[in-house]
């Protein structure tokens, strides 16, 4: 079980917009902590796609972006495209735990 | 470039030990916190530990508390993961991470190719 919460899988048709949530609890997302979300591709490394809550590193299109509100986050894409199809991570920190946590994943399908 | 390269993995025997390397390049090492993750085939992401930059705090998830020990060497800009009493539930792809802004709540925003680790007798 993972500290984070998120859906198993999401699908959408080219040109969608899909939402993924994360939610957490008082002593992570709702804490002083940031989320960050990370995609990763069939085979690949994870890649860092959204960090402190919102905010994109240079190269990640802007039809991904991500909000953070009380105890949960989500990310979202819009002109949902086939290379999208991979599995998205949230990341934050537990200060309850002391830990470092990941959600547990969302499988997206471009149908 | 930034980079990050791992090294050491392999097939361990269960009950035994082995020591991850992760070579940095291109970047001003010695400023940010370095996290290992792993992921086991076909699972998620598992934090595993991480070090701060100056390598004087060390965090550990609770699975590997007590087998685990991560250290760092800032002059040669390597970070390791030292695993002892290795069990099945060890056996995946570790990455390390840099992370974004130096700390250790922070993204990680630069990650290693990984390397396997094997368990089996």
């Known amino acids: 079980q993972s500290v984070l919460t998120q859906p198993p899988s999401v699908s959408g048709a080219p040109g969608q917009t899909v939402t993924i949530s994360c939610s957490g609890s008082i002593s992570n997302l709702g804490s002083r902590y940031d989320v960050h979300w990370y995609q990763q591709l069939p085979g690949t490394v994870p890649k860092l796609l959204i960090y402190g809550n919102d905010n994109r590193p240079s190269g990640v299109p802007d039809r991904f972006s991500a909000s953070k509100s009380g105890i949960s986050a989500s990310l979202a894409i819009t002109g949902l495209q086939a290379e999208d199809e991979a599995t998205y991570f949230c990341?934050?920190?537990?200060?309850?735990?002391?830990?470092?946590?990941f959600g547990g994943g969302t499988k997206l399908t471009v149908l | 470039e930034v980079r990050l390269l791992e090294s050491g993995g392999g097939v361990v025997q269960p009950g035994g030990s082995l020591r991850l390397s992760c070579a940095a390049s291109?970047?001003?090492?010695?400023?940010?916190?370095m996290t290992w993750v792993r992921q086991a085939p076909g699972k998620g992401l598992e934090w595993v530990s991480s070090i701060s930059s100056s390598g004087g705090s060390t965090y550990y998830a609770d699975s590997v508390k007590g087998r685990f020990t991560v250290s760092r060497d800032n002059s040669k800009k390597t970070l390791e993961l030292q695993m002892h009493t290795v069990g099945a539930e060890d056996m995946a792809v570790y990455y390390c991470?840099?992370?974004?802004?130096?700390?250790?709540?922070?993204?990680?925003?630069?990650w290693g190719q990984g390397t396997m680790v094997t368990v089996s007798s």
């Open positions: 291109g970047f001003f090492f010695p400023n940010y916190a």
């Open positions: 990341h934050s920190f537990d200060n309850s735990l002391g830990d470092v946590v």
């Open positions: 991470a840099k992370t974004h802004r130096g700390g250790v709540a922070e993204a990680f925003d630069i």
